[in-house]
């Protein structure tokens, strides 16, 4: 098997079971600390993630890249010279960052938020910093090595950690007030970010082939054309996630304040925030770790290609990617439109977010391409590129929150098709400026034929939930309506051939049975 679909598949299994583990957590953070709590969660995560992408300066993609092209040549040197400076670029930021944000975090609250707890879960955060630094640079060393095994399970075990600590700290903290529980939310996942750092910093240690710490300063000292180098790609890329983490940042701050136009109160904004992204979007995004899966092995996998200049391989990853994420992203949409509402009843014991799986699911086909599509760019040296596609998509999208969340009319919803908007427009954008690097035949047909699976897994599984096994309980009706679709979606695809044979052999656990036939 090669590198690629060995590195994918890795990071398939991983992040499925990743998600997984992060929508427990989600579950049992909803039941913990109630639609309130998510609500500032949510609020101050986006200040969060703002930070960490200015930390990280896209060096985790710049790494990847330049590591796996100095691998193909086989030169240690360079790889080591690519650590040092990214370990030094990014500990100095968070030393410098970290201390700002624990002084910016009250005046961000009384000046931007409009509920003034948000305070609590933004302090909290604060020491996950420095460790991210480090873990990133880690991460991308390895994934430009080609090797997801390190990436995939310290991604587990923060996960298992996080999960392990939520329902303890929340309860101790809760009765305080749901602030306090929301930060001590905030507190597990730092726990979670330093086992996960450890567990790295063990693997490197045993698989590493130089010195790190030997002429350490040396190395920083000789590496100015490798922090240029790297600088090239980060940068660029540092900007695409960057316009996307701002626009994050500010559409909380946006969102609450044009449902106060609306003549919504703070405390209900909150909550009605918080069923947005606590409770619908988590489950919109969960099918996303097929795509970030692709995504980070097309990265190494493409760049490689690209420096031997072998255009038809950069073809051929792309359509395989871009062919996954259609067949895998289609099965999670008519899984999530069709069970929206018993779904979001077995997970969270109330409705609340089931409105807003049925409104945007259909257009999260979008969303998930835009992974493969983004690190095609980055590997093609058009990091630029996207960071242009996504300012235009975070400016499209903030407008149309605060325009149409400000009316009466739309409130909150005004905020779900402002997001619905602007990752349509990117991942469109990002499509086109693809095909301008490079012309490929798009299958329409392929296409044609996988909405028409769509519609009959999906009639099928409404008409088995509708219909079928009335009298059972809730869950087991979720069960065999899901199941149902699966399996029919899965031999439909078999039968339309939608799924190449080849592949399937690749599959490890799959490749004798269909070898053999």
């Excluded at 044009?258 to 919109?284: E, F, I």
Aim: glycine share 6%; proline share 4%; with cysteine.
């Amino acid at each position: 098997m090669s590198k690629f679909l060995k590195g994918t598949f890795i990071l398939l299994l991983a992040g499925l079971i990743t998600r997984v583990l992060g929508f427990i957590y989600r579950i049992v953070l909803a039941r913990s600390i109630g639609e309130e709590g998510v609500g500032l969660y949510m609020m101050a995560y986006p200040t969060f993630i703002l930070v960490v992408t200015i930390i990280q300066l896209g060096l985790p993609v710049a790494i990847s890249k330049n590591v796996a092209e100095a691998e193909a040549r086989g030169d240690y040197a360079e790889i080591k010279k690519i650590l040092v400076v990214s370990l030094a670029t990014t500990i100095s930021l968070s030393i410098i960052i970290t201390p700002a944000l624990i002084l910016l975090a009250p005046i961000f609250v009384t000046k931007l938020f409009t509920d003034g707890r948000t305070l609590f879960p933004l302090l909290a955060c604060a020491p996950a910093i420095p460790i991210i630094a480090i873990s990133s640079v880690l991460r991308g060393y390895f994934q430009g090595k080609q090797n997801m095994r390190p990436s995939a399970i310290s991604q587990i075990l923060e996960q298992i950690v996080r999960i392990t600590l939520i329902a303890s700290v929340t309860a101790a903290f809760l009765p305080y007030g749901v602030e306090y529980a929301a930060a001590a939310a905030m507190g597990a996942s730092v726990v979670g970010e330093l086992v996960a750092l450890i567990y790295l910093l063990t693997t490197f240690k045993l698989k590493k082939r130089f010195k790190l710490r030997r002429n350490f300063f040396q190395f920083i000292h000789k590496g100015k054309k490798t922090f240029k180098d790297l600088m090239e790609i980060a940068l660029p890329t540092t900007g695409s996630r960057l316009i996307g983490s701002i626009a994050w940042f500010f559409e909380p701050i946006v969102v609450v304040n044009s449902l106060a136009l609306a003549g919504v109160l703070a405390v209900d904004a909150t909550k009605q925030y918080g069923a947005l992204t606590g409770y619908a979007l988590p489950l919109l995004m969960l099918p996303s770790f097929v795509t970030f899966s692709l995504a980070t092995s097309l990265v190494p996998a493409i760049s490689e290609a690209n420096s031997m200049n072998h255009h038809k391989l950069i073809e051929y990853r792309l359509q395989q990617a871009l062919r996954w994420t259609f067949l895998t992203g289609g099965l999670a949409v008519i899984v999530l439109y069709v069970l929206a509402d018993p779904l979001m009843q077995l997970m969270y014991g109330s409705t609340k977010g089931a409105y807003f799986i049925r409104l945007m699911a259909p257009f999260f086909l979008f969303y998930y391409y835009q992974g493969p599509l983004q690190a095609v760019l980055q590997a093609l040296n058009l990091a630029r590129a996207a960071m242009i596609n996504s300012l235009i998509g975070a400016v499209v999208k903030t407008a149309v929150i605060f325009i149409l969340a400000s009316q009466p009319s739309f409130g909150i919803t005004g905020a779900a098709l402002g997001i619905i908007v602007g990752f349509v427009l990117v991942t469109i954008l990002h499509f086109a400026t693809v095909l301008k690097k490079i012309s490929f035949p798009f299958q329409i047909r392929d296409y044609v034929k996988g909405f028409l699976v769509m519609a009959a897994s999906g009639g099928l599984g409404l008409w088995i939930f509708d219909q079928f096994l009335l009298h059972e309980r809730l869950v087991i009706r979720v069960v065999i309506a899901a199941t149902g679709m699966v399996l029919s979606y899965l031999v439909l695809l078999l039968l339309l051939r939608l799924i190449k044979h080849e592949e399937l052999q690749r599959i490890p656990w799959l490749g004798k049975f269909f070898t053999s036939r």
